[in-house]
């Protein structure tokens, strides 16, 4: 779906609280070209440095897509190997940005969420979303797999969850079932709804021990250590299997659909 009033990038705002909003957005449905995933990385990164920052806040412009994942214009112009690999490192470095900085991420899913969509989602410590923010991993139905992704959303929901929505690739599960999974927290009604919940919980982590609070994420994130290696191996798997004539024909298959 085409949402032409949307810009392209990364916005950032931080409030006199100390909540930091990062917003990003694309026309089609919120999807995620190299250059938006570095910018994403980039700002992630920058506010685990910065003290006066006390929780961030991550969601998308528009309504009712919050990612629609990978760019298939990307996809499919993938030439080698190596520019695979640097495609879908893209992901893993948002993802390892998210899960390395020591404020707690909260997220902001207010529609729906596709591939690395989910996979952003997963990655925050605490999601909230809107009845309207069904998932679906569609990587398998265009040749691929949600490698990269793969390990922040079984994380999440578990191996038997994300293995359904794995294998299962042209389906959509609902915003009930992933809060079910323990992808989202709450399911609130609508965008104001969720915006008014968000809020309410980033100001009272706001005025909490940011101390508590780093030490609380460490906690959670126990066992991730190897991330930084993992999900390169991962984004490998990946880069190779896009230049695959089922994965092209399917990709191209898709975008005509």
């Given at each position: 779906?085409?949402?032409?009033g949307?810009?392209?990038?990364?916005?950032?705002?931080?409030?006199?609280?100390?909540?930091?909003?990062?917003t990003?957005?694309?026309?089609?449905s919120?999807?995620?070209?190299?250059?938006?995933?570095?910018?994403?990385?980039?700002?992630?990164?920058t506010?685990?440095?910065?003290?006066?920052?006390?929780?961030?806040?991550?969601?998308?412009?528009g309504d009712?897509?919050?990612?629609?994942?990978?760019?298939?214009?990307?996809?499919?112009?993938?030439a080698?190997?190596?520019?695979?690999l640097?495609?879908?490192?893209?992901?893993?470095?948002?993802?390892?940005?998210?899960?390395s900085?020591?404020?707690?991420?909260?997220g902001r899913?207010?529609?729906?969420?596709?591939?690395g969509?989910?996979?952003?989602?997963?990655?925050?410590?605490?999601?909230?979303?809107t009845?309207?923010a069904?998932?679906?991993?569609?990587?398998?139905?265009?040749g691929?797999?949600?490698?990269?992704?793969?390990?922040?959303?079984?994380?999440?929901?578990?191996?038997?969850?994300?293995?359904q929505?794995?294998?299962?690739?042209?389906?959509?599960?609902?915003?009930e079932?992933a809060?079910?999974?323990?992808?989202?927290?709450?399911?609130?009604?609508?965008?104001?709804?969720l915006?008014?919940?968000?809020?309410?919980?980033?100001?009272?982590?706001?005025?909490?021990?940011?101390?508590a609070?780093?030490a609380?994420?460490?906690?959670?994130?126990s066992?991730?250590?190897?991330w930084?290696?993992?999900?390169?191996?991962?984004?490998?798997?990946?880069?190779?299997?896009?230049?695959?004539?089922?994965?092209?024909?399917a990709?191209?298959?898709?975008?005509a659909?």
């Amino acid at each position: 779906m085409l949402n032409s009033g949307l810009t392209e990038g990364v916005s950032l705002s931080v409030d006199d609280r100390g909540v930091a909003y990062i917003t990003f957005a694309h026309p089609r449905s919120n999807s995620l070209p190299g250059a938006v995933l570095a910018e994403l990385a980039s700002t992630v990164k920058t506010l685990g440095e910065r003290s006066d920052v006390k929780v961030v806040v991550l969601g998308s412009a528009g309504d009712r897509a919050f990612c629609a994942g990978a760019s298939f214009d990307e996809l499919v112009a993938i030439a080698d190997e190596e520019a695979g690999l640097a495609f879908f490192m893209g992901f893993a470095h948002v993802i390892n940005a998210l899960r390395s900085i020591p404020q707690l991420v909260i997220g902001r899913v207010q529609g729906k969420a596709v591939g690395g969509g989910v996979g952003l989602a997963s990655a925050t410590d605490y999601c909230l979303a809107t009845q309207h923010a069904a998932v679906k991993l569609s990587e398998l139905a265009v040749g691929i797999g949600p490698f990269v992704v793969g390990p922040a959303v079984e994380r999440k929901l578990g191996v038997s969850a994300m293995s359904q929505l794995s294998i299962d690739a042209a389906s959509w599960r609902s915003a009930e079932w992933a809060c079910s999974r323990g992808l989202y927290a709450e399911v609130l009604e609508d965008a104001a709804a969720l915006d008014a919940a968000v809020d309410a919980l980033a100001g009272r982590l706001a005025a909490s021990n940011p101390q508590a609070m780093s030490a609380l994420k460490r906690v959670f994130w126990s066992g991730t250590e190897h991330w930084d290696t993992l999900l390169a191996d991962r984004a490998a798997i990946s880069g190779r299997l896009v230049l695959s004539d089922f994965t092209r024909a399917a990709i191209a298959q898709f975008k005509a659909g």
